[in-house]
């Protein structure tokens, strides 16, 4: 029986040599994208003695990446770490819809709706969202954004939907 009341043991599907479970998980998901980047690189142009080619960046940064990886996969195996914590979705898939409505919005509704509507759809990531105050801000950064790009960097955005303007 357990001395504290409602302390159980903390149970992992990690292997008994793995020390540091959340270093070890972490490495693996570096070492996993620097080889996609290696992959996605790899029919791009490499270096020809002195000059660059398109891929010569890409891939210096996977192998950077690769290499980082497996330092940080080591330091889970060799070192006591925090253990896998709980993983929340919500503001990742809020952020992410947030950025899909925007790229499917901008050219038919124009900036002041998509930027608005983009702005109020991520607010929606977390629970601790005040609504009016979302509001308020999401109204400045929309009229900001809607001032900066067309007026003072000159970037031909159109501002109103499509329907409007004709």
């Not at 992959?39 to 960046?57: K, N």
């Not at 990742?92 to 759809?121: K, Q, Y």
Request: glycine content about 10%.
């Amino acid at each position: 029986m357990n001395a504290t009341p409602g302390h159980s043991p903390v149970k992992s599907i990690m292997p008994r040599w793995v020390r540091g479970p959340q270093d070890f998980v972490g490495g693996i998901a570096l070492m996993a994208i620097a080889l996609f980047a290696l992959w996605a690189s790899s029919d791009l142009q490499g270096m020809r003695g002195f000059s660059f080619g398109a891929g010569t960046a890409p891939r210096m940064f996977a192998f950077l990446l690769l290499g980082l990886g497996a330092a940080v996969t080591v330091v889970g195996v060799l070192t006591e770490g925090a253990h896998l914590a709980k993983y929340h979705w919500r503001g990742p898939l809020f952020v992410t819809l947030a950025i899909l409505t925007f790229a499917v919005t901008i050219r038919p509704m124009g900036m002041i709706f998509a930027a608005m509507t983009s702005f109020m759809i991520a607010a929606c990531g977390t629970p601790e969202t005040r609504w009016t105050e979302t509001f308020i801000v999401g109204v400045c950064l929309t009229t900001f954004c809607s001032l900066l790009f067309p007026y003072a960097l000159g970037l031909p955005l159109q501002l109103l939907p499509s329907f409007l303007i004709r």
